[in-house]
């Protein structure tokens, strides 16, 4: 089985602000991308059922597709998902994510399973919110020595939300032993290290969803 794990997460309050959830374009396109490569595509949420959305653009037709999926409205919950089948898992990024990823036990073993497997564990925007608490069998962090980029602290600044996330997603990233590298804010920014690909932002998605496939290949 060629199959790859979109995971959304279940939490659509931003700090009191408004409603969010999971960015739109962050999981549309690459899951048209993965599916024009030939892989399945599953979904998982934190809670299961249909999952918040945000950011959705209705003149996207990738987009409008992609909301159509009839999984989307009974996503299974991460707990009681397991890893056995899936070649990579990519957590969608969202501002959602900073509430909920990072101390979901169901997600981080889907990651440690897949990625001990010798799958690819990949992660965009806020996204790696997911990779905070996620520990490999011998207790060290997935992402500590590895090149990570996620939503930098100068761009949670730039939609002035740095005070409402409930921790800064870069640095908390540093004090897990990661080395984050960063573009100028809001432009593309990839980093792959083993087989952890992470993207600093919405206009990394992409790019993300390319570099999970090409490692996925060169294991074939």
């Known amino acids: 089985m060629n199959a790859i794990l979109l995971a959304l997460t279940s939490h659509d309050d931003l700090g009191g602000l408004r409603k969010t959830g ?6 549309a396109h690459p899951w048209r991308l993965f599916r024009n490569a ?5 979904l998982v949420s934190v809670e299961g059922g249909r999952p918040p959305m945000d950011g959705f653009d209705p003149e996207d037709a990738t987009q409008r ?3 159509k999926l009839p999984d989307l409205a009974t996503t299974p919950r991460a707990m009681e998902t397991d890893a056995v ?4 898992i990519f957590y969608v990024g969202g501002h959602g994510t900073m509430w909920d990823f990072p101390n979901d036990e169901g997600l981080a073993r889907l990651g440690r399973d897949i990625y001990e497997g010798g799958g690819v564990v990949a992660a965009v925007c806020h996204g790696p919110a997911a990779l905070l608490n996620l520990t490999l069998s011998d207790g060290t962090y997935l992402v500590e020595g590895k090149e990570v980029s ?3 602290n100068t761009e949670e600044e730039a939609v002035g939300l740095a005070g ?3 921790f800064l997603l870069q640095s908390t990233l540093d004090e897990r032993g990661a080395k984050h590298v960063s573009a100028p804010d809001f432009e593309s ?3 792959v290290s083993e087989r952890l690909v992470t993207g600093q932002n919405p206009a990394s998605a992409t790019r993300v969803a390319e570099e999970v496939v090409r490692l996925l290949r060169a294991r074939r």
Do not use: L, N
């Not at 999971?22 to 999981?27: D, L, N």
């Not at 030939?38 to 599953?42: C, P, T, W």
């Not at 089948?85 to 990579?88: E, L, N, P, R």
């Open 189 to 191: 920014q990839v980093s």
């Open 150 to 152: 996620a939503f930098t």
């Open 38 to 42: 030939g892989f399945a595509v599953d």
């Open 85 to 88: 089948g899936y070649d990579a």
């Open 164 to 166: 409402v996330v409930p």
């Open 65 to 67: 597709d992609f909301i």
């Open 22 to 27: 999971f960015y739109v374009p962050e999981a």
